[in-house]
C-alpha cells in the first residue's frame, strides 16, 4: 500500500499520516474553503493507481482532516477495473461544483491499444455530499484521451467556458479542452477540442507559465524510457537494480538552449514550451470591446451572406462548423425570433440583434460567440486564402511554359477526393474538409471553413459529394491557373501531404498557432525499473520576491523522475532578444525524483 503524509514546515507540528488505504497515491490536491459545499475545509483528493498489475483498480479519494482524529476517506469514483488515476481536482463551472479528474487503462497485451478519459464526478446537492447514501458521484465521461496529467485554466474569464490542456501520454499528444455548462444535461460538455501537437511524443506534464506576461506559454514535458548507458567497468546487476551511486560525470546532461542547434533530433525525453496564441490570453485583445465586436459582425455577416441573407442552414453550418453543439430546434427557434419581418433570411441589423443578445446571455449559444470572435483573426476566407497561396507558389517557381491541361488535372481529382473521403461513404462531411484543408496547408478559421463548405456543398443535405468537390475544385483551377504548372506541384504536394499528419506546431508567423520551442532536451533514465521515464513535472518559480514583483521571467525548476535528478533553468535573452533557458544547476538524488516543490 502507497501513503500520504502530511509534513508541517513550520516544524512544530509532528507529520500526518493518512490512514486511507491506497494502492498507489499520485497527485494530492488540496480542497480550498468553499470549492465543495459540504466537504470540510483543508480536506485532498487523492488520486490513486498505476499500470502495475494489482496497482491498477485505481480511485479516486476524497479525504477529511487527512491523518487527524476525525480523517473520513471516501473513494468518490464507481469502480471500474483497471483504470487508474494521476490528477483530480474541484472545478466549479458556471457555479455549478464537481470533480475533473483523467483516468488511463493500459492492457498488458501490447497489442491492445490504450484507453484515457477526461471525467467529470458531479457533487451531489446534499448536506453532506460524502455520506454513504450519497457515493460513488455521478460521473459523466466528457472526452476520450486525456489519461494522466492536464492543466485547467480560464483563459477568458469573460465568457463561459473554462480550458483543460492535458497531456495525452498514451496518445502521445497534447490537447485543449473547452468546457461549459449545459442547462439541458445539467452537466458540463466539452464545446471546442483542438490537438494543439501530435509530434511531441509521450507527452507527460503540462502546465501553464507566465513566461513573458500573465499566461503566455505551456510549459509540457514529454517522458521517455531512454536509460542512459552504463560507464565503463560498471555491472549490468547494479545499472539495473539502481544500486549505483549517482555520478555528474556518468549521467549525460541535457542540452539547454544553448546547445540545442535549429532542428536536431536529441535522445530523451524534452521540455518545450508552448506560446499561447494572444487572441487566447485575456484581456491581450480588444475582442471584448463592443465595438470591436460588432466590426467582426459584419465582416462574419459577410461572408455567410449568399447574397439574400442569411438563411437559417447557413447559420447552422457555421455554428457546427465551430465545433458547439447546439440543437437543431434552438437554432431554428434563435432564428424565427430574429427573422422579424419573416423573410426566411437574416439582414445585418437582424443578424447583429441576435449576436449580440446571444453574447450577452447564459446560454450554450455564448460560446459560440466567443469561439466566432477567435476565429475571425484572418481576413480572407478559404477560397482567398488557397488562390492566394497558389500564387505566392508561382511567383516562387522558374518561369515555364508548361501547363497542367484541365483534362489531366479532373483526371487526378478521384484520387485526391478518395483520400479527402476518410471514411469512405461517397461525400465529404465538416471534419474531413478540415482535414483536407490542413494537410493542403491552408490557414482557415472555423468561419471561413463552413462559408467554403456552405460553397461547395449545392444541394445543402450537409456533405460535398463527388460532383460538388469536382465542380468547387475545377472552379479554383481556372481562376488560379497561370503561366506555370502551378497545379501539377500542388496536387503532389497534395498527396504527399495527405499520406501523413499535418502538424500545426510551426514556426509560423500565423497567430492562430501555438508555435513549441524546445527549452531542453536529452533526458535520459538512470536506470531500468517500472515504465521509467523522464523527465517528470515542471515548476515556474521566482528566487526573489523582487523579480517576482518586476514582472521578469520565472526560472524553471525541473524534477527528472527516472534520471534521479532535479533540475533548475535560469531566463536568458538570446541574441535576438528571445527568451531562452539555461541550465543553472543539476542535483543528483539516489532515487526518482516524482515532484518537487520551492518554499
Known amino acids: 500500500m502507497g501513503g500520504v503524509i502530511g509534513v508541517d514546515l513550520t516544524g512544530?507540528?509532528?507529520?500526518?499520516?493518512?490512514?486511507?488505504?491506497?494502492?498507489?497515491?499520485?497527485?494530492?490536491?488540496?480542497?480550498?474553503?468553499?470549492?465543495?459545499?459540504?466537504?470540510?475545509?483543508?480536506?485532498?483528493?487523492?488520486?490513486?493507481?498505476?499500470?502495475?498489475?494489482?496497482?491498477?483498480?485505481?480511485?479516486?479519494?476524497?479525504?477529511?482532516?487527512?491523518?487527524?482524529?476525525?480523517?473520513?476517506?471516501?473513494?468518490?469514483?464507481?469502480?471500474?477495473?483497471?483504470?487508474?488515476?494521476?490528477?483530480?481536482?474541484?472545478?466549479?463551472?458556471?457555479?455549478?461544483q464537481g470533480i475533473l479528474t483523467a483516468r488511463a487503462c493500459k492492457p498488458i497485451n501490447p497489442f491492445l491499444p490504450a484507453v484515457g478519459e477526461l471525467v467529470w464526478l458531479e457533487k451531489?446537492?446534499?448536506?453532506?455530499?460524502?455520506?454513504?447514501?450519497?457515493?460513488?458521484?455521478?460521473?459523466?465521461?466528457?472526452?476520450?484521451?486525456?489519461?494522466?496529467?492536464?492543466?485547467?485554466?480560464?483563459?477568458?474569464?469573460?465568457?463561459?467556458?473554462?480550458?483543460?490542456?492535458?497531456?495525452?501520454?498514451?496518445?502521445?499528444?497534447?490537447?485543449?479542452?473547452?468546457?461549459?455548462?449545459?442547462?439541458?444535461?445539467?452537466?458540463?460538455?466539452?464545446?471546442?477540442?483542438?490537438?494543439?501537437?501530435?509530434?511531441?511524443?509521450?507527452?507527460?506534464?503540462?502546465?501553464?507559465?507566465?513566461?513573458?506576461?500573465?499566461?503566455?506559454?505551456?510549459?509540457?514535458?514529454?517522458?521517455?524510457?531512454?536509460?542512459?548507458?552504463?560507464?565503463?567497468?560498471?555491472?549490468?546487476?547494479?545499472?539495473?537494480?539502481?544500486?549505483?551511486?549517482?555520478?555528474?560525470?556518468?549521467?549525460?546532461?541535457?542540452?539547454?538552449?544553448?546547445?540545442?542547434?535549429?532542428?536536431?533530433?536529441?535522445?530523451?525525453?524534452?521540455?518545450?514550451?508552448?506560446?499561447?496564441?494572444?487572441?487566447?490570453?485575456?484581456?491581450?485583445?480588444?475582442?471584448?470591446?463592443?465595438?470591436?465586436?460588432?466590426?467582426?459582425?459584419?465582416?462574419?455577416?459577410?461572408?455567410?451572406?449568399?447574397?439574400?441573407?442569411?438563411?437559417?442552414?447557413?447559420?447552422?453550418?457555421?455554428?457546427?462548423?465551430?465545433?458547439?453543439?447546439?440543437?437543431?430546434?434552438?437554432?431554428?427557434?434563435?432564428?424565427?425570433?430574429?427573422?422579424?419581418?419573416?423573410?426566411?433570411?437574416?439582414?445585418?441589423?437582424?443578424?447583429?440583434?441576435l449576436m449580440v443578445r446571444a453574447r450577452n446571455s447564459a446560454k450554450p449559444v455564448n460560446a459560440l460567440v466567443r469561439a466566432v470572435s477567435r476565429a475571425l483573426e484572418l481576413p480572407q476566407n478559404a477560397l482567398e486564402q488557397s488562390k492566394n497561396a497558389v500564387r505566392e507558389l508561382e511567383s516562387k517557381l522558374p518561369a515555364s511554359n508548361t501547363v497542367l491541361a484541365e483534362e489531366e488535372f479532373i483526371s487526378r481529382l478521384p484520387d485526391v477526393f478518395a483520400k479527402f473521403d476518410e471514411d469512405g461513404s461517397g461525400a465529404i462531411d465538416m471534419k474531413e474538409m478540415h482535414q483536407a484543408m490542413m494537410s493542403m496547408g491552408v490557414s482557415c478559421t472555423n468561419v471561413e471553413l463552413a462559408s467554403m463548405f456552405i460553397e461547395a456543398d449545392l444541394n445543402g443535405d450537409g456533405k460535398v459529394d463527388w460532383a460538388e468537390f469536382r465542380s468547387l475544385l475545377t472552379n479554383m483551377y481556372r481562376q488560379s491557373i497561370q503561366g506555370v504548372n502551378v497545379w501539377t506541384k500542388a496536387l503532389s504536394s497534395l498527396e504527399k501531404a495527405l499520406s501523413v499528419t499535418a502538424g500545426m506546431i510551426d514556426g509560423s508567423s500565423n497567430p492562430a498557432v501555438w508555435r513549441r520551442r524546445t527549452l531542453a532536451s536529452g533526458f535520459q533514465v538512470k536506470r531500468v525499473g517500472i515504465n521509467p521515464g523522464a523527465p517528470g513535472f515542471v515548476y515556474a518559480f521566482h528566487p526573489h520576491a523582487e523579480l517576482r514583483d518586476q514582472k521578469a521571467p520565472p526560472h524553471l525548476l525541473l524534477a527528472g523522475d527516472c534520471a534521479d535528478a532535479a533540475y533548475v533553468f535560469r531566463p536568458a535573452r538570446g541574441t535576438s532578444g528571445e527568451l531562452n533557458y539555461e541550465l543553472m544547476a543539476t542535483f543528483g538524488c539516489e532515487g526518482t525524483v516524482g515532484s518537487i516543490g520551492v518554499g
Not at 465545433?323 to 427573422?339: L, P
Open 124 to 353: 451531489p446537492a446534499t448536506l453532506d455530499p460524502l455520506a454513504e447514501w450519497n457515493l460513488p458521484w455521478r460521473e459523466i465521461v466528457l472526452a476520450e484521451g486525456p489519461d494522466v496529467m492536464f492543466e485547467v485554466v480560464d483563459l477568458d474569464e469573460s465568457d463561459s467556458t473554462v480550458e483543460i490542456f492535458a497531456a495525452e501520454f498514451f496518445a502521445q499528444r497534447l490537447t485543449l479542452h473547452s468546457l461549459a455548462w449545459d442547462e439541458r444535461t445539467k452537466a458540463p460538455k466539452v464545446v471546442q477540442r483542438d490537438v494543439l501537437d501530435d509530434t511531441l511524443g509521450q507527452a507527460y506534464c503540462v502546465a501553464v507559465g507566465d513566461l513573458e506576461g500573465p499566461r503566455s506559454h505551456l510549459l509540457v514535458t514529454t517522458h521517455e524510457d531512454l536509460p542512459v548507458q552504463a560507464s565503463t567497468g560498471s555491472k549490468a546487476l547494479s545499472f539495473l537494480s539502481g544500486r549505483q551511486s549517482w555520478s555528474y560525470t556518468r549521467m549525460q546532461t541535457p542540452k539547454d538552449c544553448r546547445e540545442l542547434k535549429p532542428e536536431e533530433e536529441v535522445i530523451g525525453g524534452s521540455l518545450f514550451a508552448y506560446e499561447i496564441p494572444e487572441r487566447w490570453r485575456a484581456g491581450a485583445s480588444v475582442e471584448n470591446g463592443q465595438e470591436a465586436f460588432r466590426l467582426q459582425l459584419q465582416e462574419l455577416y459577410r461572408r455567410l451572406d449568399s447574397g439574400q441573407g442569411v438563411a437559417e442552414r447557413d447559420l447552422q453550418a457555421a455554428i457546427l462548423s465551430l465545433g458547439v453543439e447546439v440543437a437543431s430546434e434552438e437554432v431554428q427557434k434563435m432564428f424565427q425570433d430574429a427573422d422579424w419581418d419573416e423573410s426566411g433570411a437574416l439582414d445585418y441589423q437582424e443578424f447583429e440583434q
Open 12 to 96: 512544530t507540528l509532528p507529520p500526518r499520516i493518512c490512514k486511507a488505504p491506497f494502492v498507489w497515491p499520485n497527485a494530492v490536491e488540496f480542497i480550498p474553503e468553499g470549492a465543495l459545499d459540504g466537504v470540510r475545509a483543508g480536506s485532498i483528493l487523492v488520486a490513486d493507481g498505476f499500470l502495475v498489475p494489482g496497482k491498477n483498480d485505481g480511485n479516486v479519494w476524497l479525504v477529511e482532516d487527512p491523518g487527524g482524529a476525525q480523517e473520513r476517506a471516501v473513494m468518490v469514483t464507481p469502480k471500474k477495473k483497471t483504470f487508474f488515476y494521476h490528477r483530480a481536482i474541484p472545478l466549479s463551472i458556471n457555479g455549478h
